[in-house]
């Protein structure tokens, strides 16, 4: 089959060259992230292609973190970082919240309430600042965001009924000690709608500035920093939580502001609000929806209407740098929503993974060489240009971020982003990231699952484990102590036990010992600290996701042929985790059933170590299921049964067959299919995967690494057994053997490999 040679090959080949280092690093240039081809179309259709959008930095243009525009000195009581303390004898510029396109190459762009709280932003004055880009392009340019003029916000009628920092002046200006201001729109008439979070409200305000009516307060839901507030009064809104995003319909009349954070009492803490506002009667509609988030942490940044119900949102952590995680445009169409009420949402944009063939902004830190990103704490703008590109934007916290270069506060950015469409020819040998990219970040995070997605893995496979109230969460094994900071809690020190765990006696902490509450405060680290001592970097950052948490990044991500990642779920001990009452079976095909991806032709493959329980699941669900099998021993099902049969008994010819009366693939330890010699060399190839492929099967290898402890002898570097060997060279002769798929903590490396062997056929 013919190939398309520019796919994503030069690409990966950078990844393999710089796999130690950041995520952002190691994208293809040609990384799909937009409206991938469904299941379905793609089963219907004959053409060996996928159409997609592929992201592409056309213009950059930024303003010096240290840039002080005229007025009173700033940020007094302001927090001190990257070598910066306040006061500054100006009014500091703390990156955009929000803007605004008039059209002819100048934007609104709006700071925050300055400094982060009402008690340290008294003296910064709240703005909208007239800013035009010298863009920075293929062609040259200065690369430069020029401020031509302001408004500043003002009570000057005296609207307000409460009191401000400037009450006794005659203008009355507003400062970040009265609202914290992170969203606008502009209306036909010319004034401008801006959302808050101390109330929230929705202010109004004329095109001069000046304040036209009382703050529009969200009835019911007020915040910690609310000025209307009673004693003893329960805030709903959680501090700082407010209106970051807020999109107006197409004429004009409805007003859509997004609720950042999820309510105070709120069941599902995923969930984010969408309210309507009509500015004509001056009042909420009553109409609302709800968005779910990637992960409880995630906030939203900014919202802006495309077309008549149709909004883009963006999603964001909290992390900024190499940490980053979630910096994504989602699609929402009001009109759609899932089983479970929320509305589907689609991705428009990852900020992890743009192309940079022009080298745009190149040197200027993190994520602006040949790849492009936006890993900033505060991803907060986002403006659909009219020839359909995107402008995004920062908030740079002035000064405490230094995602970019680390020690010196961040620039304020624009960048115009390109929705190119291509034309890419998916790959034949699937690429699993193993726990994640688990080489790269501790396994089984949700940053260790964007990580593969960007290193281009077509699926991400979390092991899942259930807690102690059913809930199925990712974990290598239901004992954590390796894998999270349990053993540093006092509280849970009296949890700690010994187990018998399939015929072994484990001593530990043991999720089905936890409530997922509990769990939930655990964060994770990494299991091979001594092997991988840079992903120590990242202890203690992440939470353990939920297995629907992580069906949930899959199907709202695309791979790099285009396609929509698939999920590869592992039941872990199901014969034990059945004999104490929480069964693995059933939970999991309800999450596949709530994700929508409980379908024949859905990127979903479930596989065990066991057998009993892929035959239950076979009578359950139609994904496709993939019996594992090790080098030694036995399924532990068997052994409960009696049944004396190995797992060489299963690779036999009659072995393989049986296995295709309830699975479609075998997941073979890479010494089934070619055994090391006695010296430790790589062997011969057993006739095991042309036996599979003659039963029907598919076969997936596992597990491929990169450092020489893991490899053959004849493909390690050095005696040093946590350098990295030739781990290229050892996929090249299994996928020379006929392995259908891959399992790799490296799929940055994997990727090449892949890409080279089968485009060299």
């Known amino acids: 089959m013919s190939r398309i040679p520019t796919r994503r090959v030069l690409p990966r080949l950078l990844a393999a060259a710089a796999a130690t280092v950041t995520a952002v690093a190691l994208l293809p240039a040609t990384a799909a992230s937009a409206q991938p081809a469904t299941a379905a179309a793609a089963a219907a259709s004959q053409s060996p292609y996928v159409q997609t959008h592929v992201p592409t930095l056309v213009a950059r243009a930024t303003l010096s973190a240290d840039h002080l525009e005229s007025g009173p000195a700033s940020g007094a009581l302001a927090s001190p970082g990257n070598g910066r303390t ?18 002819d190459g100048t934007f609104w762009a709006q700071p925050d309430n300055g400094f982060g709280t009402k008690g340290n932003s008294a003296d910064f004055l709240l703005r909208n600042y007239l800013v035009r ?76 500035g000046t304040l036209l009516d009382k703050p529009y307060a969200l009835e019911g839901a007020k915040s910690p920093a609310n000025p209307y507030l009673q004693p003893g009064e329960t805030p709903r809104v959680r501090s700082s939580r407010g209106f970051e995003a807020l999109a107006a319909s197409v004429n004009g009349r409805y007003l859509y502001p997004v609720v950042e954070g999820s309510y105070a009492d709120d069941t599902d803490l995923r969930r984010r609000e969408i309210l309507e506002f009509d500015t004509r009667a001056g009042q909420y509609t009553g109409r609302t929806w709800s968005y779910q988030t990637d992960q409880e942490p995630n906030v939203i940044g900014d919202a802006f209407t495309v077309r008549n119900d149709v909004l883009i949102l963006i999603e964001r952590d909290d992390f900024e740098g190499e940490q980053s995680v979630t910096k994504r445009v989602y699609e929402v169409d009001l009109r759609r929503t899932d089983a479970e009420g929320y509305l589907e949402k689609t991705l428009v944009l990852d900020a992890l993974r743009i192309a ?7 040197g200027d830190g993190y994520g602006t060489g040949e790849i492009y990103s936006l890993p900033v704490q505060s991803f907060e703008t986002v403006v659909q240009l009219k020839d359909g590109s995107l402008l995004i934007g920062n908030d740079n916290n002035y000064p405490g971020n230094d995602a970019r270069i680390p020690g010196t506060p961040d620039d304020t950015e624009f960048a115009i982003i390109d929705l190119d469409k ?44 259930s807690t102690k109230d059913g809930v199925l969460v990712a974990r290598h094994e239901n004992e954590i102590s390796g894998t999270t900071d349990v053993a540093t809690r006092p509280e849970f020190a009296a ?45 203690g950052l992440y939470v353990i996701p939920t297995l629907d948490e ?8 695309v791979s790099c042929d285009g396609r929509t990642v698939g999920v590869y779920p592992e039941t ?160 090249q002769a299994f996928i020379g053997a006929g392995m259908d798929g891959v399992f790799s903590d490296h799929p940055g490396i994997a990727a090449v490999t892949i890409d080279t062997v089968t485009l060299a056929g």
């Open 356 to 362: 940079n063939p022009h080298a745009i902004g190149a």
């Open 495 to 539: 949890r700690k036990a010994t187990k018998l765990i399939d015929g072994t006696s484990i001593t530990g902490w043991f999720t089905e010992d936890f409530t997922f509450a509990e769990l939930r405060t655990l964060r994770a680290k990494e299991r091979l600290p001594q092997t991988r001592p840079a992903n120590t970097a990242f202890d």
């Open 572 to 731: 872990k001990h199901p014969s034990y985790f059945d004999s104490i009452g929480l069964s693995l079976e059933e939970p999991l095909v309800a999450a596949l059933q709530a994700n929508g991806v409980d379908r024949a032709d859905a990127p979903v493959i479930v596989q065990s170590f066991e057998t009993a329980n892929l035959r239950d699941l076979a009578g359950l669900t139609d994904v496709t299921l993939a019996q594992l099998v090790s080098n030694s021993g036995r399924p532990y099902d068997f052994t409960l049964a009696g049944d004396t049969r190995t797992y060489k008994d299963l690779v036999t010819p009659a072995g393989l067959a049986e296995i295709a009366t309830y699975a479609d693939g075998v997941g073979l330890e890479k010494s089934v299919m070619i055994p090391r010699t006695a010296d430790g060399r790589l062997g011969t190839p057993t006739p095991v995967i042309a036996d599979a492929h003659a039963a029907g099967l598919s076969v997936h290898g596992w597990t491929f690494r990169a450092e020489n402890q893991f490899l053959p002898v004849d493909f390690r570097s050095s005696a040093d057994p946590n350098a990295y060997g030739d781990l290229a060279g050892e996929l």
């Open 550 to 557: 992580v069906i949930d990044l899959a199907r709202h991500s």
């Open 86 to 103: 306040g006061p500054w004898d100006g009014q500091v510029i703390p990156g955009f919240s929000a803007a605004i396109d008039n059209g």
């Open 422 to 465: 291509t034309k890419l020819e998916p790959s034949t040998v699937s690429l699993i990231g193993h726990r994640g990219a688990s080489g790269s970040r501790p396994e089984h995070t949700l940053a260790a699952y964007e990580t593969a997605i960007v290193q281009c893995a077509d699926y991400i496979e979390p092991d899942v484990v």
């Open 133 to 208: 880009p010298a863009w920075q392009t293929a062609e040259g340019g200065a690369g430069e965001i020029q401020i031509e003029r302001f408004i500043s916000y003002n009570d000057r009628n005296g609207v307000l009924d409460f009191p401000i920092v400037n009450e006794g002046t005659a203008e009355r200006l507003l400062t970040g000690g009265d609202f914290d201001i992170e969203s606008v729109v502009k209306a036909k008439d010319g004034t401008f709608w801006v959302g808050e979070e101390f109330g929230p409200f929705l202010l109004h305000f004329a095109a001069d």
